[in-house]
């Protein structure tokens, strides 16, 4: 699992072009959006799609669960394993 949490981190640095952002400064139980690490919706999209091509994971754009998802590295990773 922390080798999917780091790929995800570097995933999120190259896939958003995060110049001054490193995988250690991405802590993984820490909010992705606004709060921790301040990314936005645009960012949530490319994430979505970089995620998708990397991992061959389904996502559902109306998906309420998005949210839940996408809320920390954790997160993120669990959904990740449990799709893949």
């Known amino acids: 699992m922390e080798t999917l949490k780091q790929e995800l981190k570097e995933l999120i640095i190259t896939s958003l072009d995060l110049e001054d ?4 400064d991405i802590v993984d139980d ?3 959006f606004v ?3 301040g990314l936005d919706s645009i960012d949530a999209l490319e994430l ?7 991992y061959q994971v389904k996502l559902d754009a109306n998906s ?3 949210k839940k998802h996408f809320a920390s590295i954790n ?4 959904f990740v394993k449990a799709a893949a």
């Open 35 to 37: 709060d921790g690490l």
């Open 48 to 54: 979505g799609v970089a995620i998708k091509k990397k």
């Open 30 to 32: 820490e909010p992705l």
């Open 21 to 24: 952002v490193t995988p250690t």
């Open 75 to 78: 997160s993120l990773a669990e």
């Open 64 to 66: 309420r669960d998005n």
